[in-house]
């Protein structure tokens, strides 16, 4: 499968400012990766879908303008939290994906703390 | 749309016995897939075993074994001769169209096993 880096692994901000995630696919050209949040003990939330080139599609209850995509390139897509508050605090998590019985190959996550 | 259900939110198994994690689904669509996906501490999720739902023989890596029954929808994991690196949260999941274009990812909400030594 696919190999996917995730930088930074933690972050910790402060309330008010802006974050950004990077993934990375090192051997595959990712037309499309996918952005997940995940809370404590809890299941994977689709966030987002990022294409390449194009804009990327939000999940119903998403945020656009806090949640800022961008997939300029076969090999990276970033993730911007803006205006970060604590209630963004979470685990989140990109992939990915192969197509059909490939599934998805999921970077090792970002720790985001808003203090 | 498609649902994934996990219905034992825990689970706990001896050392080197067999365990079975349970997993029902939802699609009205003809060509998906399924996956365990495994989710240790460290929080990297792994693929663990996947089935093309059009496939009739269950899959099968190693000690990971799958029950794939299409008619019932479920698709369950069993472990045998589990090890304590096998304790970790694990998601069954749902590759399919959902209706639109493209594939989404659909994950249940987990099953976390302990491995009592």
């Known amino acids: 499968g696919a190999v996917v880096s995730q930088h930074p692994s933690r972050v910790i901000c402060k309330s008010g400012t802006s974050v950004k995630i990077e993934c990375r696919s090192l051997?595959?050209?990712?037309?499309?990766m996918f952005w997940y949040r995940q809370f404590p003990k809890q299941s994977l939330m689709l966030m987002a879908t990022?294409?390449?080139?194009?804009?990327?599609?939000?999940e119903q209850g998403v945020e656009k303008d806090k949640f800022l995509i961008n997939h300029a390139s076969l090999t990276l897509s970033t993730l911007t939290v803006t205006s970060a508050h604590p209630e963004d605090s979470s685990f989140y998590i990109c992939?990915?994906?192969?197509?059909?019985?490939?599934?998805?190959?999921f970077g090792s996550g970002t720790r985001l703390t808003v203090v | 749309a498609q649902t994934v259900t996990q219905s034992q939110p825990e689970m706990s198994v001896q050392e080197a016995e067999t365990v079975t994690l349970s997993c029902t689904y939802d699609?009205?669509?003809?060509?998906?897939?399924l996956f365990w996906y495994k989710q240790p501490p460290s929080r990297q999720m792994i693929l663990v075993i996947r089935?093309?739902?059009?496939?009739?023989q269950n899959a099968t890596e190693n000690r990971f074994s799958v029950n794939f029954q299409k008619a019932a929808k479920s698709f369950s994991l069993k472990i045998s001769d589990s090890q304590l690196g096998d304790a970790a949260m694990y998601f069954c999941?749902?590759?399919?169209?959902?209706?639109?274009?493209?594939?989404?990812?659909?994950f249940g909400k987990g099953t976390l096993l302990t491995v009592n030594p």
């Open positions: 089935q093309e739902a059009y496939k009739q």
């Open positions: 699609t009205s669509e003809s060509d998906y897939y």
């Open positions: 051997d595959f050209q990712a037309t499309t």
């Open positions: 990022s294409n390449e080139g194009s804009k990327a599609t939000y």
């Open positions: 992939s990915v994906a192969q197509g059909g019985p490939y599934g998805y190959t």
């Open positions: 999941a749902l590759l399919g169209r959902s209706g639109g274009s493209n594939y989404k990812l659909t």
